[in-house]
């Protein structure tokens, strides 16, 4: 999403040292971390929100859910184009910002984990629990799918999940996309949809699902997988920003199919779901009933490859983030311990997630065991309240925290001046960051 034109020289050229190296270019054969993204980004809970979106609203939403794609390319370009352009990641970003951030991630990491670990086992456990309804039971099917993603992560590299990643994607793709059509989609009343309104009551919603599609902290993880495929330097910038906007594509299309499948097959109809990711085993039931057992068992199918997926995403992406917070700061304990200041030498960090190091380190696997064990426990204690408050309120600064310190590491001597925000990288995140500041507020309100 930037609109810098510079190309880092001068009148007078630049010493060789300064040079940019030659931009590669863009081709859809190097896509792939825009993939994992988009099958991770978009969870069970965005379809949720998005269909009900539809139910209550029909199609007047819709180009509030584009709105939301595109913020979310604003996003994750800043990210991409942090690690391509520096050579550093996005913790060691953080880390440059003071010590503040370290706390924070710290705490986000550790509890969001916690409470996100039994929240995806449990969500890609339920559209198995409806498909065998005489099966095992909801908690074994949770513990079994947290279980096969962490054996999937562990004993994978990066090309291994990008190519599973794929295959979820192409599922997802190929399911939503069937059922949307299926529904007969009115198609005036869609491209009406497209022209900005706001029904009675509907503002911080619109907000929510501006800022909901896609919007967690895959976000963030973004510039990890892109390290993990290879691009290092900006001279991966151009096949990046392809790669992302395919990312956002792709999301969008899941996006506007859920809007469509909740404003013809619930809002005309006057169909309520329950409340959560059970209103899409809901929604297959309603499916079986219009249009036979085929299409509301590929519909639970396409449901179970969007939790999983997620599932999948979040073991290696934020497990990848962690293994970077921790190493950073170890690596910064041990400059300190031999004297050389406050802040060690960060280089080869990217180079390791490159190379596949960073997966095959021990913070990388204990964050695994810490995403897989541990949350069995809620699955059968009901989470406690206290938790759920902290985990809630720590992740609704996420987004917001994203946002602005990419403004701030984007705007400074931090990034190459060739790559540095324009006016349109600015603009678009500082408006998201307003934005995540105004639902932050509202979850926090509605927390307590």
Known sequence: MSDSTSTGKGNGGVTPELAE???????WKYVGPGIVVAATGVGAGDLVATLIAGSRFGYTLLWAAIIGCIVKISLAEATGRWH?????????????LGQWTSVYFAGYVVIWGFVYGATAMTTSALPLDALFPSGPGLQFWAILCGVLGLIFVWFNRYAAFEKFMTVVIGMKFLVVVYVAIRVAPDLGNALAGLVPTLPDGSILYTLGL?????????MAAYGYWVNSKGWTDASWMKVM??????????????????????AELLHSSGIALGKGEEGLVDLGGVLEDKFGV??????????????FGALVGVWHGVSLMFADFVERIQRERKAKAAGEGAVADAGGMVEEVATGKREKSLPFRAYLLWLTFPPIALL???????????????????MPFLALTLLWLLNTSRTPAAWRNGWLSNLMLALAGLMFVVLCVKQVVDLF
């Open 380 to 398: 059968w204690s009901g989470e406690p309240f206290g938790l759920v408050v902290l985990y809630g309120v720590l992740g609704a600064f996420f």
């Open 241 to 262: 920003r392809l790669d992302n906007r395919v990312a956002y594509i792709t999301t969008g299309v899941f996006v506007v199919a859920m809007l469509i499948i909740g």
């Open 210 to 218: 501006i800022g909901g599609v896609g919007g967690t902290i895959t």
């Open 84 to 96: 391509l352009a520096t050579g550093k990641t996005l913790f060691e970003g953080w880390r440059s």
């Open 21 to 27: 190296p030659a931009l590669r270019k863009a081709s």
């Open 294 to 307: 085929v299409t509301a068992k590929l519909f639970l199918i396409g449901f179970f490859a969007t939790s």
